[in-house]
């Protein structure tokens, strides 16, 4: 990774970060959120995942357009450090299904996903 793309993903941590900290206290069984990215292709291979507790938690989410609310504070943070993402580049995913299909290994599920 080259020193600017270094930068980039500081300040983009830190942006998903203060966004992760709101989401948990307003959003029942959010539990975090991840970023992957390549930066030979950035920023169109940014990509969000949001992590609920439940299948459930995360059907209710998306039922009361929780997700459409959520997509935009994303967007809005990160424009706020000059990057532009769509909603296709946000997704979500429960821990309930990472537990099922890959053992609760995170890096086994996100190596599913092309950055």
Known sequence: MRKTDKKIDKQICEV???VCEAALTKNSGFQWLTHLVNYSSFP???KVICIFDTNEN???????????EFNATIQKALAGIGISINNAQISYDTEENCDKANGGKWAARF???TA
């Open 16 to 18: 998903l970060t203060d």
């Open 58 to 68: 995360l059907e209710n989410f998306k039922t009361n357009n929780g997700h459409l």
């Open 111 to 113: 190596a599913n996903i």
């Open 44 to 46: 169109r291979s940014l």
